[in-house]
């Protein structure tokens, strides 16, 4: 079994930052891909950035020069650092992590007021 725990979302202005965590425990195998997720209101879920066990990573265009994707793998936590918050990214953001299937996490809602 795989859990992915997250935290660190919440209420911020226009321009802010925040900082989400996730924290994963379980049968996770060494080599994975960790990532983020959103999903707006009346809107599909979407991309927001992926990080593989090497360290590579991918961002939405939407994202780009603004969020941040790390991860600590002796801890099992990817992290997404969120500067330049704009109204649009408010959503609920999910932790996903690929091994041989999607894990995801439970949700955590940023609001980003203007």
């Known amino acids: 079994q795989v859990q992915l725990v997250e935290s660190g979302g919440g209420l911020v202005q226009a321009g802010g930052s925040l900082r989400l965590s996730c924290a994963a425990s379980?049968?996770?195998?060494?080599?994975?891909?960790m990532g983020w997720y959103r999903q707006a209101p009346g809107k599909q879920r979407e991309l927001v950035a992926t990080i593989t066990s090497g360290g590579s990573t991918n961002y939405a265009d939407s994202v780009k020069g603004r969020f941040t994707i790390s991860r600590d793998s002796a801890k099992a936590t990817v992290y997404l650092q969120m500067n330049s918050l704009k109204p649009e990214d408010t959503a609920v953001y999910y932790c996903?992590?690929?091994?041989?299937?999607?894990?995801w996490g439970q949700g955590t809602q940023v609001t980003v007021s203007s």
């Open positions: 996903n992590l690929r091994i041989f299937g999607d894990y």
């Open positions: 379980g049968r996770i195998f060494s080599i994975n891909t």
